[in-house]
Structure formats: structure tokens, C-alpha cells
């Protein structure tokens, strides 16, 4: 039986809010018939039976959903306002640069082939055994997504993290699964681990030296027609949600 293998990711992480105490209170069964409670003045027994108490549970219920839904939204608009300013203040002039690589064919290939045209860019080992082909599938859909809805073309790229093994010949059996029109990057190690570097890609080998995988990060790279990075997206966003990002970014240029 195959060993069960995952590709570890140094990606970002979304921060999940603590509902508040009201919240989780709201979750907990209520009795039906709550036992009696002495009046505060004429100390008369106040009982719940029936009909009230159906109507505070659905209140109570109520009030605890609502209350979550809110305090959700709130965190999702607190993330995006933190990527967005990440990418604004951080961005441009802390990720990205200068590569000299091997693409698919064996030709040289920089960072200068990219320029004219928007690219996303991602860094990972063709011999990864699932988180690679789900996050390059996952690009390509929404890729195909944000070209149909804005008319303008995106070019995917593949860069290796693990020269040793990936091959020319290797990068182009393993990117035309994908896409054809993907470019598939990889070059010497000295090469790779400097492009890897302008992007700030983590990758370090675990396991058996002959039979190792690559734990490296799993991010995406969306540079523009200048060759610029605008933005990034992480494992954590679906394909739709990459391809709405992209259709803003491709419109508002």
C-alpha cells in the first residue's frame, strides 16, 4: 500500500474569531419546563411551560445565529483588509525579482518573458502528491474563469522547487496535465533556490534522501503586464473566489 504522503505548506493562515460567550451559550439545549423562580417581590413561583418556552428557544436560537453571521462577516472583512494591505505596503517592493531558468523546451527563460502579459506563478516539486495538482488545477480554473469573463489572458507557470529530480523533460510531461499553455520552469539548484528566493518561497526537503518530498510554501503569485507583483493567493481560497480577485485586478488595468 502507498505511504500516505502530503506536501506541508507554509501558506497563510486565516485567523478564526472566539464567538463571544452569548454565542456559544446559544448552542446549548434549553429545557422545555424551567423550574420555578421566585418574584423579586412577592416571591410568587414564576414557571415557563409550553408555547413560552418553544418561542424562547426559537428567540434564543435565533439571536445566537444572527450573532454568529455578524461576528463571521466581521472577521472576513478584518482578513481582507489585512491582505489587501499586506499586498499594498509589503508587496512590490518585497516579493519578486530578477530569474534566469530552463522552461519546458529547454530554452532559457526570465523574468523578462513574462512582461506584456499578466502571469500567475507557482512554486512546487512534480512529484508532490496532492497538493500540487490540486492547487494548479484549482489556478487553472480560475483562470479560464477570470479570461472568460474579461476577455484578457492569463499565463500559468510552474516553477520547481526540486531540480534535482524535475527534469526538462519531466517539468513538460508533468504541466501538460494542467494546461498546455502553462509554462513549466526549472533550471540548477543555485538557479531555482534564487528565484525562489525573490518570492520568498520557503521549500526544504523531509524524509528519505532517495525518496524525500519538499515541504515548501503554497502560494500563488498574480505579477502583472509590468512584471510587478500585485497579489497572492493561498491554499485556502477557491477557485472562484482566485477568479473574482482576478477579474477586479485584470479590470482595473
Request: proline letters at 5%.
Amino acid at each position: 500500500m502507498r505511504r500516505a504522503r502530503s506536501c506541508l505548506g507554509r501558506g497563510l493562515r486565516q485567523m478564526m474569531a472566539t464567538p463571544p460567550l452569548g454565542v456559544a451559550q446559544a448552542t446549548e439545549p434549553l429545557a422545555l419546563s424551567r423550574p420555578a423562580v421566585r418574584g423579586l417581590a412577592s416571591g410568587t413561583p414564576i414557571t415557563s411551560r409550553g408555547p413560552v418556552s418553544y418561542a424562547s428557544l426559537a428567540l434564543t436560537l435565533g439571536t445566537g445565529a444572527g450573532l454568529m453571521w455578524y461576528f463571521g462577516q466581521q472577521q472576513e472583512k478584518k482578513v481582507a483588509s489585512q491582505t489587501t494591505v499586506g499586498s499594498k505596503v509589503a508587496g512590490a517592493a518585497a516579493i519578486g525579482g530578477p530569474f534566469q531558468l530552463m522552461d519546458q523546451h529547454g530554452k532559457p527563460f526570465s523574468d523578462k518573458n513574462l512582461l506584456g502579459q499578466w502571469s500567475l506563478l507557482y512554486f512546487g516539486f512534480t512529484q508532490c502528491p496532492d497538493i500540487c495538482p490540486e492547487e494548479l488545477e484549482k489556478i487553472v480554473e480560475a483562470k479560464n474563469l477570470a479570461e472568460k469573463a474579461t476577455g484578457k489572458s492569463i499565463t500559468t507557470v510552474f516553477i520547481s522547487v526540486d531540480p534535482e529530480r524535475d527534469s526538462v523533460a519531466q517539468v513538460a510531461e508533468y504541466v501538460k496535465e494542467f494546461d498546455p499553455k502553462m509554462i513549466g520552469l526549472t533550471g540548477t539548484l543555485d538557479q531555482t533556490n534564487a528565484a525562489a528566493r525573490a518570492y520568498r518561497v520557503y521549500h526544504s526537503k523531509t524524509g528519505d534522501e532517495k525518496d524525500y518530498l519538499v515541504d515548501h510554501s503554497i502560494i500563488t503569485y498574480l505579477l502583472n503586464p509590468q512584471g510587478e507583483f500585485v497579489t497572492f493567493f493561498g491554499k485556502n481560497m477557491m477557485a472562484a473566489e482566485v477568479a473574482e480577485s482576478l477579474e477586479k485586478h485584470l479590470r482595473a488595468r
